[in-house]
């Protein structure tokens, strides 16, 4: 069973920074590709960063030299470094990690962190 736990999160004023913190633990597993998505009331939830085992990123425009996506593949963890930030990225953040547990496809979600960002 691969468990997946979020860190990381809060209240911060504007221009701030945060770091969230995923990590997925379970025997046998290997982590493939890891992502970080947020959503907030009534819209769909976004992919703001992603990371490939081979440390090939990718961004949404919005965070875009502001945010910083990272991993340890020897602790299977996952990493947002949020500097100068908005009000706008105010949402519930959530990690994703796809891999390999005991020759199975797995993709599993952290239970989300609220990140609050005030004006």
């Known amino acids: 069973q691969v468990q997946v736990v979020e860190s990381g999160g809060g209240l911060v004023q504007a221009g701030g920074s945060l770091r969230l913190a995923c990590a997925a633990s379970?025997?046998?597993?290997?982590?493939?590709?890891m992502g970080w998505y947020r959503q907030v009331p009534d819209k769909q939830r976004e992919l703001v960063a992603s990371?490939?085992?081979?440390?090939?990123?990718n961004y949404a425009d919005s965070v875009k030299g502001r945010f910083s996506i990272s991993r340890d593949n020897a602790k299977n963890t996952v990493y947002l470094q949020m500097n100068s930030l908005k009000p706008e990225d105010t949402a519930v953040y959530y990690c994703?990690?796809?891999?390999?547990?005991?020759?199975?496809?797995?993709?599993?979600w952290g239970q989300g962190t609220q990140v609050t960002v005030s004006s």
């Open positions: 994703n990690i796809q891999g390999i547990s005991w020759g199975a496809d797995v993709s599993k």
């Open positions: 379970g025997r046998m597993f290997s982590a493939d590709d």
């Open positions: 990371i490939t085992r081979g440390r090939s990123t």
